[in-house]
């Protein structure tokens, strides 16, 4: 076998033991919501992981490694394969097996635990595993040492190659953009109304619905599956198993734009190439770039005008009680109010970028220890006040809303906002190629997008990074004018500037 | 560490490999019904499966054995743990790693093909992969020869210790009394009717019931779950994470005895001490045994007349159209009917027997390749007419009907019988410490039984064989006799005779 050979078929297995990593997590999450104990499943989780570990870091892979890079003429697949192992190998075998072990029971039971201190807005009752996750990764930040700065390193693990000084660079142009933004559009004087998404909306139509439109823009339901959850995510079981997960709790419209959002990152993972099944490439190659996906369909489709021409008498039908009478360009304003609010997930497309440079900059004082994790929610609370001017009235609303820091996912939501200026960028090339796409919604034709998305984006997994990928696809670099275009084309007219 | 000890947690790891393995199944089973590949899974169950095998047939696990052998004076719980270790290694180091793989690939693919040749009831479509399991299995039982039959050998898998000529004298003893009880029945003027139970029973009101007598007999949800699927199973994905299923879509009442089958079996695993928690002991000591707990609840507690004076009445406001002026007597006798009928999990406690007098024969030949899988349908058809006087009308109810050859079960279906018949024994035990423990039924309070299993069977996990247990608790050998004590004390009254 040669040696490219070799080493592929040595990070299948990797990557089926992640397969089933990931199996571990979706049904704690998904099927263990009420159980007493998670213990077992810690320790489950935890094995898993140190199997990949002993595989990734074993002298068979780093010979397997230097064997292939002396290999010359590669095409991008099997240069790829070679970059993303050595990636992994480097990475990992700076790491001790106890403190991958750690983690991963840590993040079991942590994720249980947030879940409860959510339910009940409690901050204290997360508080110590918030604390050890938050040690762990700064352990694990040392370690890695991938730059010099911890939250540097621990980015570079979601976003590959990005640090944390590139995106303060772009986070710190855009924030007065965004707050003159959203200060112009309240100088409107016909603001839209949006008392009608605060109505009473069952939550099995909604679930039906959302279901519905999800098999519409794509969603091959003999290939994947939609759960209900308490905080909504997309994962990956095999090349041909991708589940999303929905919540139906939040004021509506959320559970139905944030299904779409979740669609998008399945209809990526769904769309990569055969080749690179089981392969170290069969997955999105950033975050960033994942988030793009997601939040294109979630908004730049699923807020747009013509999805809703298709879409809003199905849903009249189905909510008569609220929007028989409800015009269409009234609902469409509605759904595309800009205005601060607690919950990032459900924040509007401007806003949504104050709500991740709150996190992106409390995220970086944590690493570094300049902040305490039991000075978090008092922290959280004034810098909502200081970027969106208003304060959560309780730790539901606030620290306590997102899943994330309990996984020791710390470093991953800068990728949020970077996904929305990706969108945009790549949206704008679709544009330029299929100047008529909208079009298509009105008649609940999405393939011409998704057909776009697949040849251009999904197809490739990891094969190339994202700002690899983002070049080939636009042209260009990240460039956030389009976003600013994008939003600004789109919400003048809805508030009549 | 000490040899036991170091052997302990050798195996712990072996253990929670199990769990995950488990884990991958019930998914499969109960998530992916619809999927259109599973091909994947199919091959992260086999990986999984290659790493059990790697570590049960290491050297460290022979020498681990080999020194734990040498220690004297040990207690019950170590000796079973060297025992149960050393058993599974010698019969794990037979069986090529290749084999190990092959099986269960294709267990996980013949699943979900037995699933849509049932639903087709269509044979023709399962067979290449029938013939295939049978194959995979007469190449184990070939490597492995525990007994020189290769129908024991399997046997011995499911039930340690029992081979063929044991369990064939016992049914074959069994057999003609059972037939002469069932024409004995049917010579009574005065036969119960069950025409009561052909109406309609609405499926979501059946399930919600069924929770509820599940958690009211002992199931506790926060350390276990209940879903919907094809062919109710029960499986234990941790010590305190036991996860039962259930269908709805068979005559009324199989969803609710069919959960309390499941339930039975659940409330053993869930009853297993701490001390054995994740260790080699931590499950039921034999399908056979496991089977007395299941037929005990679903058939002597959950077809008892004491059961249904607690629950009748909350039947009948479920089901007011059917039941709510149907005399409780009446209802009572038509859950105990005796009659042939096609499908096993729903026969009734005499006929079943035979059901699986049925499938011991047919496995037995199949093994020793003296018939073909493709005569199965057939053969299947002829031997119902010998032994229960009945023609299925087509293969889902016939040779289709049971998931268990398509996950490689051959040598399973015995224990069921088996089951039936420990628990008769059983049960007479518990009577004669609790004489009255059936009143206990009328009132709700099913922990007097529970706790007697706890004590004398659940905790006690794999410590002790079958044939140990049964005269650890009921001071003497399997004794059929118990069997038809029982049936005769229950049934004569309500065939008037």
Redo the contacts between chains.
Sequence with gaps: MSAIKELTEYFK?IQ??S??SN??EW?QQV??M????V???S??RA??KK?LHKRLTSDKAGNLISEAEKLKDLNDIDAAIIREAKRAYEQEIKLPEGLVVEIEKTSALAQQKWQEARKKSDFKLFEPLLKKTVELQREKATKLETYPDLYSTLIDLFEPGTTYDWIANVFNSIKPKLTDFVKKLNTSSNKPDDSILQKNYDEDKQYKLSREILEKIGF????G?QDKVTHPFTTS?????VRITTRTTEPFPDCITGTIHECGHALYEMGIKKELH?TILCGGTSLGIHESQSRMWENIVGRSKEFWQYWYPTFQKSFPENLKDYPLEEFYRAINVVQPSFIRVNADEVTYGLHIILRFEIEKDLIEDKIQVNELPELWNSKMEDLLGIVPPNDKEGVLQDVHWSMGYIGYFPTYFLGSLYASQIYNDALKKMPNLNNDYKNGEFSNLLNYLRENIHQHGSVYRATDLIKRVTGEQLNPNYFFEYVEKKLYPIYQL
Tied chains: 1, 2.
């Design positions: 297995e089926k033991l397969y089933i199996l571990l049904d099927n263990m009420a159980y007493k104990s213990e077992g499943r320790e489950q094995l898993i199997l091959d339901l003999g290939y599956r079981l095999a090349p041909l198993d089981d």
